[in-house]
């Protein structure tokens, strides 16, 4: 709240929770989780905080939220192998990826909170002058998931803060180290006391509490579609704003027409990112069967060379899945799929050896796929790669759209006109053409269908975070006002254009 860490305030009752290395199966942080008593004390605090911050001038805010991008490239390093060691991704990601995206973000947002405008100013009436003012929504609670920990605590926390607002965020209880090194990062920077608050917990108690808190304005989540379902029925019961990044199934789509090479090493790097385990890797590749089995074999050798291992090591390639339990997940997917008789070209087991003790699964490509099978359909979130073939555009065009999930999607061919029918005709937050993965701070990032809405980073983000308020100011000075005839009868005022509706 004010920089600092604090023991839960059930004390040693708090339950004991361990961060575990999922390369190694070793804690990497031991310490108490919060509960819901620390959500209220968090809440408060960040109510307290919010009036001033929200009152401050953007320049105020802004410049505080610059030195704050000095501040986290200060500790760039600790943070990437903060982030490495909570997760298991390759280090390569974290520093190259994560945390330089997270700089970058909080100098754009920097930036955007002195370009907050209303839109309105004048008469849109003859009697009266209009203003839309945007304002801070007052308190915001915040849910992260575990894939990019750092990251989406930055998506979740740099556009409420720029715009006003103090934050309560949760990140997942598997991950919380790289919140904790931002937020300290953020006091070190001016960030006042209780402007962002980070309470670790779990979900069903401190994340349900902390939606369900009538002292929170908005809800900003970030997770499963499962989970998001259930935080909005829960926002519901006080009419809170939500805000859901959730789950995807990415079609990645190969016109007959493409740079073959090109899709093969875009599906490979898409689909394995973080060890698959991102909203928008490419999982359903649709291919045009004239090359399908070139692009099965390019992607299986590509594949098999990944280098799997420890993730601190610039030579690593791929890390473990985030633990155990889900390279169990992600295990069971495959082998049902193996069971409805799909073909497993390649990968589709956990490696032996010194990698046994880790959570780590192969690169996995699966053909020979029906589109009902559960692996085509379900959200996986491990580095597999399904395809199926196609053979005329409006089936691979159907084929993409069939699925709940609406995040992200590619289009790969050299024809312009088929490029503008994907980018069209594709149910995506996000549709690439002739790549897959890259973001940008100035760029939204959301979904439809069971993907939610919102968006995260850009202007879009921002604006996300206030409310609209119409501020209408009376020009004719006048005690009698010509639209008072439409609710009483005053026979001194003077009849007016009956057009003069009120609004
Ligand atoms: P999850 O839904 O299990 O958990 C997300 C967060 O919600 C965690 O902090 C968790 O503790 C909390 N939570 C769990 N149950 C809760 C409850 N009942 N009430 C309130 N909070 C609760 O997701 P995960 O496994 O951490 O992350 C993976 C998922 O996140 C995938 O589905 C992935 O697609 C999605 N994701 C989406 C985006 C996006 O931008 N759309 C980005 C990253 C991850």
Redesign the pocket.
Known sequence: MDGARRAPLAGDAAPRHEVVDPASGRAVAVGGLAGPADVDAAVEAATRAQREWGAAPPAERSTVMHRWAVELEAVADELARAETSQTGKPIRLSREFDVPGTIDNTAFFAGAARLLEGRAAGEYSADHTSVVRREPLGVVGS??????PLQ?AAWKVLPAVAAGDAIVL????LTPLTALLMAEAGARAGLPAGVLNVVTG???DV??HL?AHPGVAMVS???????GR??MSLAAGSAKRVHL????KAPFVVFDDADLEAAVHGAVAGALINTGQD?TAATRAIVHRSLHDDFVAGVADLMRAVRLGDPLDDDTDQGPLISRVHQGRVAAHVERARAEGAKVVCGGAAPGGALAAGAYYEPTLVAGIDRTASIWRD?V?GPVLCVVPFDDDDTAIELANDTEYG?AASAWTRDVVRAGRATREIQAGCVWVNDHIPIISEMP?G?VKA??FGK?MSAYSLEEYTSVKHVMTDLTGTARKPWHRTVFTDRTTTPVDSSEEPA
């Open positions: 849910i992260a998931p575990w894939n990019y989406m949760k990140p997942s209880e779990a979900g069903p994340g349900e939606v989540f970030t997770g499963s579609s499962a989970v259930r935080v990044e959730l789950g995807g909203c959200e979130f995040l990032h979904g993907s939610g995260d």
